[in-house]
């Protein structure tokens, strides 16, 4: 069973949905980050959180700690949101362990 | 700032070759980091440098060797290329490590025949 998991794998949805994208994890964590990699392969880090949650712009992610899992949210959804959302978490260890990632489309 | 920038973007080499994946960073980041992102899988950690001078290995370093003489620069090399290195290859950096937002550079695709 892999460390991180997310889900789902694929996702696709009609522009203005809500969508929410789900990482659990099985490790002792002191952070968890979530990344976007675009379609023309580029990773951007979209946030680092320990506790609770934080927004930018149409983007929330939330993380419980006790139950191990954290989610990202985009509001009001938009084609550009297309991309797969990577979960990573900074264990205990200082290691990095990263999710398969989570596939995004969002049609006009 | 440029960033992070990788070269080359796309490599074709054959069983045996060698190569060096070029990355730099202008950031003046303590921390660099190469990762491979195979189908299927998440990100897997090659090798990390903690600054100048100072490099380690990841999860998967087998095959692969590092140096870092500067801050900037942090290059990864391929003695003896094999099929199993095809994959597409990640540079990162950061200030202080893998608590800190990580930068990638923009990845190099390797097909190894």
């Known amino acids: 069973k892999n460390e991180v998991e997310q889900s789902p794998q694929n996702l696709t949805a009609q522009e203005g949905e809500f969508i929410t994208i789900n990482c659990s994890y099985s490790v002792g964590i002191s952070a968890l980050h979530w990344l976007q990699q675009h379609p023309g392969g580029g990773i951007v880090s979209l946030f680092m959180?320990?506790?609770g949650k934080k927004k930018h712009g149409r983007l929330i992610a939330t993380i419980n700690i006790q139950e191990k899992h954290s989610s990202l949210h985009i509001t009001a959804s938009h084609p550009r949101d297309s991309a797969v959302y990577i979960c990573a978490v900074r264990t205990n260890t200082d290691k990095l362990i990263f999710g398969t990632g989570t596939r995004l489309q969002v049609f006009p | 700032n440029a960033g992070v920038t990788q070269t080359p973007k796309f490599q074709v080499l054959k069983t045996g070759q060698s190569m060096t994946l070029q990355c730099a960073q202008d950031m003046n980041h303590e921390y660099m980091s190469w990762y491979r992102q195979d189908p299927g899988m998440g990100l897997r950690l090659i090798h990390y440098s903690v600054g100048a001078g100072i490099t380690d290995q990841g999860e998967v370093p087998n095959g692969y060797n590092v140096s870092r003489s500067t801050t900037e620069d942090f290059p990864l090399r391929l003695l003896s290329a094999a099929p199993s290195q095809t994959s597409v290859y990640f540079c990162?950096?950061?200030?202080?490590?893998?608590?800190?937002?990580?930068?990638f550079g923009p990845g190099t695709r390797l097909l190894v025949l």
């Open positions: 990162a950096s950061s200030y202080g490590g893998v608590g800190e937002t990580q930068y």
């Open positions: 959180l320990s506790s």
